[in-house]
């Protein structure tokens, strides 16, 4: 199975923002859809049944605390003149907070062979892109946008099955903070 670990976003007012965010930008790109919206603090790729039970065993030794995410500002990666991805940023506070927790994931999950292959940079994505078109403008005009707040209380282990219409997540384990 294919598998990540993550933290969804599910605030009704962000994804709300996000939506009218998505509505508002004209780009011939493909928008993650709002019940899909998460932060991927560790892709897995293709697991056994059995690896799945050993990250969720490690998954539930990890301890965090709620802290809060502001969601602000949008850009591209790898860049707006030649887009793949477009996002929605994080506050320092919050951002920070991520990247620990998925350090920690990291950092739990290395006993059994898993690394990031880049360095966790929050982030939402909020469309992905095919074919590259400049977005530079239209980025700049939503570059101080504030999208509302979430509280982060759980991390989820997370299986994603590809079809033609679009990914599907379900929940393989769900890890609440202390």
């Known amino acids: 199975m294919r598998a ?4 969804e976003i599910a605030d009704a007012g962000v ?3 996000i939506k009218k965010l998505q509505d508002e930008i004209t780009v011939d790109a ?4 709002t019940k899909n919206m998460h932060f991927t603090l ?3 790729g293709e697991i056994s049944e059995e690896t799945a039970s050993k990250v969720s065993e490690q998954l539930r030794t ?10 602000e500002g949008v850009g591209a990666f790898p860049k707006p003149k030649f887009p793949r991805v477009i996002w929605v940023g994080i506050a320092k506070d919050g951002a920070d907070k991520l990247v620990e927790l998925a350090r920690s994931v990291e950092q739990k999950l290395g ?3 898993f690394r990031a292959d880049k360095p966790f940079k929050p982030h939402a994505t909020i469309f992905r892109i095919k074919n590259s078109t400049d977005v530079t403008e239209q980025l700049s005009r939503h570059a101080a946008a504030k999208l509302g707040t979430m509280m982060v209380s759980e991390l989820k282990l997370k299986k994603s099955v590809l079809t033609p219409q679009g990914p599907i ?3 393989l384990e769900v890890i609440r903070a202390a």
Do not use: C, M, N, Q
């Open 62 to 71: 990890i301890r965090f605390s709620t802290f809060e995410l502001s969601f």
């Open 4 to 7: 990540f670990v993550a933290v």
């Open 15 to 17: 994804l709300d923002s």
């Open 169 to 171: 997540y379900s929940d």
């Open 111 to 113: 006993s059994l062979g």
């Open 30 to 33: 493909k928008p993650v859809e």
């Open 42 to 44: 560790l892709f897995l």
